[in-house]
């Protein structure tokens, strides 16, 4: 039993650790006007991750980043995958750059976590029609 905890406890710092190092920006925001104040002021030159609730996608359509252009949130269930919310932020059309996101999380999630990477090193066929 000991020897089963001491793993575990390495195992969760050194996943910390790993973590701690990453380069990849973490956002955390409780409300919209936050949310787009962070995600328009991100550097879309590299990945990030950002941790929001979920109603955000209930109560508005899109983040407007001013020159940078405005942004789709959606969020649906797919019947592919019951009980699950895919939630996206679409760039604006023919963006060449700014973020592509999306996250998934289950039905019911008060908080959940977007991974952003930039537009321009996403695939062609990822774009939006």
């Not at 001491?6 to 050194?14: C, E, N, R, Y």
């Not at 949310?35 to 929001?52: M, N, P, R, T």
């Not at 979920?54 to 405005?70: M, P, R």
């Amino acid at each position: 039993m000991k020897k089963t905890l001491f793993i575990i406890m390495l195992s969760t710092v050194a996943f910390g650790a790993v973590f701690a190092k990453s380069s990849t920006p973490v956002f955390k925001a409780q409300d919209y006007q936050t949310f787009s104040k962070q995600f328009c002021g991100a550097s879309s030159k590299q990945a990030a991750i950002f941790a929001l609730p979920s109603a955000i996608f209930t109560h508005h359509n899109n983040v407007d980043c001013g020159k940078l252009g405005v942004y789709s949130l959606r969020a649906n269930e797919l019947s592919s995958d019951p009980g699950h919310i895919i939630y996206n932020i679409d760039p604006p059309k023919h963006a060449k750059q700014g973020f592509d996101c999306d996250g998934k999380a289950d039905i019911g999630m008060k908080i959940i976590a977007i991974n952003c990477y930039p537009v321009n090193l996403i695939s062609a066929d990822h774009h939006r029609p």
